[in-house]
């Protein structure tokens, strides 16, 4: 994948905000290990996240 698809392919998986120079946090799921990014402000309230492979749900 080329960068600039990279940085466009970087929304908060919780509230789908671009995440691109922002900061946000970056991790693998610990199911399938998809990369999931979450913007600080999704991460600061503890909101929900469901990774868009497998469907995992964490905080």
Do not use: H, W
């Not at 789908?16 to 600080?40: L, V």
């Amino acid at each position: 994948m080329s960068q600039s698809k990279q940085t466009q392919a970087r929304r908060c998986v919780s509230c789908g905000i671009n995440i691109s120079g922002t900061n946000a946090a970056s991790f693998k799921c610990p199911d399938c290990g998809q990369q999931i990014y979450r913007c600080a402000k999704c991460r600061k309230q503890s909101n929900l996240y469901e990774c868009p492979d497998c469907g995992f749900m964490g905080p």
